[in-house]
């Protein structure tokens, strides 16, 4: 089953703006990590953060993690239309075990 | 972390065939996963396949639609048989980061049209 919501489920950009997505759970967490996928081939990861941290960044992505909320959200900063894709929030404890993932927030960058 | 292939990397097929998918990754690894996409949907497991044990099926997943084979540490196969309209979708595999990291790496997946 997944795991919580995500919004928005789609998202236009222009070039160049930030893009904000969002991603809620339901049960206590481990970790939760992005997954980014392009044009429905395989997942890249992209970022992990522990429950125990309130922020990471890597690169042009920020996520935060607010767990009294159950909330998480993907920033990436600076779009370019390569970040075109669909983007993940998944759950787990550990790399040996299931992996649940959001429904996905759809986004366009458009040139 | 590790590479993972898989075979084929999409395939159309007729109602009532079955198809066996292959994962193979270049290092090994004690778990492997398969999840379904199906279209615009998000990800679904459909079982965990540990070397040397039988695969453990989520549920809604049997093992008589989803056969699963894990012969060594590098390699895993998912059959999807007797397949319908609805088993048309998008297969991951996916396999343990090791003990360093609680990532996952996934395949590139296998896209299934089924007629």
């Known amino acids: 089953s997944q795991q919580g919501e995500e919004d928005p489920q789609a998202l236009s950009i222009q070039e160049g703006e930030n893009a904000t997505m969002n991603c809620s759970y339901k049960t206590s967490i481990n970790n939760l990590q992005w997954y980014r996928q392009n044009s429905g081939r395989g997942l890249v990861h992209l970022i992990l953060i522990r429950s125990n941290e309130r922020e990471k960044h890597s690169g042009r992505l920020r996520v935060t993690l607010d767990t009294s909320k159950k909330s998480s959200s993907l920033l990436i900063t600076a779009s370019r239309a390569a970040d075109t894709a669909s983007y993940f929030c998944?759950?787990?404890?550990?790399?040996?075990?299931?992996?649940?993932f959001g429904p996905g927030t759809s986004l366009s960058v458009i040139p | 972390s590790a590479v993972i292939s898989q075979k084929p990397s999409r395939d159309i097929c007729q109602r009532g065939t079955s198809l066996t998918i292959q994962c193979q990754v270049d290092s090994q690894v004690t778990m492997m996963f398969w999840y379904r996409q199906q279209p615009g949907q998000s990800l679904t497991l459909i079982a965990t396949?540990?070397?040397?044990?039988?695969?453990?099926?989520e549920s809604g997943f049997v093992i008589d639609k989803f056969p699963i084979s894990r012969p060594n540490l590098t390699f895993s196969t998912l059959t999807v048989s007797n397949m319908s309209p609805e088993d048309s979708s998008i297969y991951l595999c996916?396999?343990?980061?090791?003990?360093?990291?609680?990532?996952?790496?996934f395949g590139p997946g296998t896209r299934l049209t089924v007629l």
């Open positions: 396949a540990n070397q040397g044990s039988e695969a453990t099926y």
């Open positions: 996916s396999v343990d980061g090791g003990p360093s990291t609680d990532t996952q790496y």
């Open positions: 998944a759950t787990g404890k550990t790399s040996y075990d299931k992996v649940i």
